[in-house]
């Protein structure tokens, strides 16, 4: 069974890629500049596909790398 994909699992995911707690994490902030790069984009992929987000590639979150944007595409909710 797979995880279901939360807010808080989005927020979790990105900031253990970071380094970082997921409170340090704004949702308008650029996640490229906070350091991540395109491989740790690609395992957020990767990991996001086996929780469900099927149909989720790459594009879809280095188009706009903003905390809330990814929320949003993967839970429907925009916190």
Do not use: Q, Y
């Not at 490229?32 to 469900?52: N, Y």
């Amino acid at each position: 069974m797979s995880e279901t994909l939360t807010p808080e699992r989005v927020r979790a995911d990105v900031a253990e890629l970071l380094g970082c707690e997921p409170a340090e994490i704004t949702p308008g902030e650029n996640l490229f500049d906070r350091g991540l790069d395109s491989m740790r984009v690609m395992i957020l992929v990767e990991r996001w596909r086996a929780a469900g987000a099927a149909s989720l590639e790459f594009p879809d979150l280095a188009e706009c790398p903003e905390l809330g944007h990814w929320t949003a595409l993967l839970t429907g909710d925009g916190a």
